[in-house]
């Protein structure tokens, strides 16, 4: 790793002023989170804070910071400084502990201060390092892959985490530690119990929480510990429905998030003060108002940044007005979360619609927010898409970005996917058939490689299309395909499945339940992959299926229109083709049924086309490092703009 540099635009006036935690490197222009620059190793960052003995050269107004270690020698050179033309202050090099690196930055000062131009080339040159500020970033959420995980919002908060803490940033990742009496508790089998306990007053009395802690893929990952996170079931619900205590169980995830980077000690010492949250969807949606109602009016956190990400609007943690009580905010923040339902949405004549909306709160006083694809931005600020908070996002639009998810190439590659029987890679696609037709043994399906083979993986509910697939499937069973489902959610859709099976023996697999290795099987095995959903935020099945050589079919919204491109085989007069999937519209059993006939015809008939699609699908960067640039540009402008104060 070559050298990390922070260069504001232009700095007028600089101070280094250092706490345990963060070098405030200048006034108000961006802060700098050190600790999370020393977090990639761990060792060193100790080390450093045990027996760091700086010196600093001055040189014309540079400043140069060195750390040495028990035995004397020169660690590496900690902190330099970078000027313009005019001898201008406009950056700070921090720069890595050995000493073959540390040797190449005074070069490279050297040759900067002889003439200053090859600075940029050695940046280059060396590991391509970026030029970029680092931050303290704490993301908060309700699940984060492999630790607890319903869907989409555990892999990218299991993930991205990871790719950010890569860059250089030092990330924390605050969730409940979900003990459900199954094998998945083994799952925070590596995670130890901190010293720390926190109190915390909601609901009427104080409750106590503890925090456990893994240090795993250069992140901290800290689990709020409590009885109401201990119990049978998913993170939200079990057989009955959703759990009647959510917006407690929430609440206290909330609460408890906001206290961790002041008082857990993490590697040695804490985030402190100077940090960025990342509330996630409703169910984190409180930590921007207590940044703003319960930390800011006291002195604490008054530089810290929040940005809410939105997953899925459609979820919004409504609940009646009198619980507001019980949130632990003051009484004069009941605004940020009034909520009103329209009149056609109230119980009865006298009913007022009164309610509060975690969510909207969030979207009001966070100081940015992030949905997971552009298209995704788009329609939440439209009556359609916004589910009554169009017109809140619509006033909010100059702070709202939409960034498309990315996936784990760890997790998610058909070279090395450790669930799948065979292995495969876009220069050698002859292990995803052996895949096809392991699959196809493991579901009790005839085997016939020649034979279209159809899948669709997800939430059986209402945004996922799962009706447009069952009116369908009658009719498409009639042709030479195969179909199997993955899915858990509404009884009535896994009683179909169950039901469907027995009738269509020959062709369709119905699969209840969520199960993580069948899910890659599946998606492997597949030759195409269907989602009809009637809104998709982003979508992670149509990615994971086109890295995986699987050509996605998909409704033309949201996330699945902006990752998805059509095929189309005539371009360039007939000379290429272009595409990675088909897009259909409108959401009908009609226009379904029409485009996965054409994608089974062009499987059929046309096979080169077909390997076409396949590669250009695998080819497609769907790595976090796209996505992790832009959240950095969005931490950026966070930091511009002074904190929500209300
Ligand atoms: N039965 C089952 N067994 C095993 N695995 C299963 C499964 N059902 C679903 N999954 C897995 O869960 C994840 C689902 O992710 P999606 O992004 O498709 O949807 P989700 O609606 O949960 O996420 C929301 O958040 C994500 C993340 O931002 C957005 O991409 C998305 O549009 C938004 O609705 C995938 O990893 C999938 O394989």
């Known amino acids: 790793m070559g050298t990390l540099q922070i260069t504001p635009s232009r700095i007028l006036g600089h101070k280094l002023a250092e706490n345990n935690t963060v070098f405030n490197s200048f006034s108000g222009v961006r802060q ?32 140069v910071s060195r750390s040495s270690n028990s035995t004397g020698q020169e660690e590496g050179l900690l902190l330099g400084t970078e000027k313009d033309s005019d001898g201008s202050v406009v950056g700070f090099n921090l720069t890595p502990h050995s000493a073959t690196s540390a040797a190449k930055i005074l070069e490279t000062q050297e040759t900067e201060a002889k003439g200053g131009v090859e600075l940029s080339e050695d940046i280059e040159t060396n590991d391509k390092a970026s030029i970029r500020t680092t931050y303290n970033v704490i993301f908060v959420t309700s699940e ?26 030092r990330v924390m990742v605050v969730s409940p530690r979900y003990l459900d009496g199954n094998l998945s508790n083994k799952k925070f089998a590596n995670a130890v119990e901190l010293e720390q306990r926190s109190s915390i007053y909601c609901f009427g009395g104080t409750q106590e929480v503890g925090f456990f802690h893994e240090y795993r893929a250069g992140v901290d990952w800290v689990f709020i510990d409590h009885p109401s996170y201990h119990r049978p079931g998913t993170p939200y619900g079990d057989m009955f429905g959703a759990f009647g205590d959510n917006q407690f169980r929430f609440t206290l995830l909330c609460h408890a998030a906001c206290e961790a980077p002041l008082v857990l000690p993490l590697g040695g010492f804490t985030y402190g003060e100077k940090c960025l949250f990342l509330a996630n969807d409703w169910h984190a949606g409180l930590v921007p108002v207590l940044l703003a109602a319960k930390y800011r009016p006291y002195g604490v956190y008054k530089d810290a ?52 909306n975690v969510l909207k709160s969030a979207i009001v006083t966070a100081d940015r927010i992030v949905t997971v694809s552009q298209g995704y931005s788009w329609e939440i600020t439209t009556p359609e898409g916004g589910y009554g908070l169009h017109e809140l996002l619509a006033s909010r639009k100059t702070v709202l970005t939409g960034i498309t998810n990315g996936i784990d190439g760890n997790e998610w590659s058909p070279s090395t996917d450790e669930h799948l029987p ?129 050509v996605p079919v998909v409704h033309n919204t949201g996330g699945l229109r902006d990752t998805v491109t059509n095929f189309n085989p005539f371009v360039g007069e007939g000379s290429g083709e272009e595409g990675t999937g088909w897009t259909f519209t409108p959401l009908s059993k009609e226009s ?15 096979k080169s086309s077909w390997e076409g699609l396949m590669k250009r699908g695998m080819e497609r960067d769907s790595s976090w490092d796209n996505a992790a640039t832009q959240y950095e540009q969005v931490f950026e402008w966070a930091f511009i703009d002074p904190p929500y104060a209300g």
């Open 32 to 63: 700098v989170g050190f600790a999370s620059l020393l977090s990639r190793n761990r060792k060193a960052q100790s080390f450093w804070v045990k027996t760091r003995s700086n010196t600093e050269d001055r040189n014309g107004g540079g400043f």
């Open 144 to 169: 984060a892959a492999p630790y607890s995980k319903t869907g989409g919002l555990g892999d990218v908060c299991g993930s991205l985490p990871i790719a950010l803490a890569s860059r250089g940033h």
């Open 305 to 356: 940044r929040s940005i809410v990400v939105i997953h899925n609007i459609a979820h919004q943690g409504v609940e009646s007005a009198a619980t507001y009580r019980n949130l632990g905010l003051p009484p004069g923040w009941y605004k940020a979360l009034e909520w009103v339902f329209p009149t056609w949405a109230r119980t009865h004549a006298l009913d007022p619609g009164e309610a509060v």
């Open 422 to 550: 065979f292995h495969y890679s876009i220069h050698d696609l002859s292990g995803k058939v052996q895949c096809k037709i392991e699959l196809q043994k493991e579901l009790g399906l005839p085997v016939r490689s020649d034979c279209p083979l159809i899948g669709f993986i997800g939430r059986l509910d209402y945004q996922k299309g799962v009706d447009i697939i069952l009116s369908a499937i009658p009719e498409l069973l009639q042709d030479d395909v195969q179909f199997v489902m993955l899915g858990s959610g509404e009884k009535q859709y896994e009683d179909w499945m169950r039901h469907s099976e027995a009738i269509y023996k020959d062709k369709y697999r119905g699969w209840v339940g969520f199960n993580v290795p069948i899910s890659h099987r599946i998606t492997a095995g597949c030759d195409i992959l269907v989602m009809p959903s009637r809104f998709e935020p982003c979508g992670l099945n149509q990615l994971y299926a086109m890295a995986y050589g699987t």
């Open 592 to 606: 379904f049924l029409a485009t996965i006939r054409i994608a089974v015809g062009t499987y059929k008939e046309h």
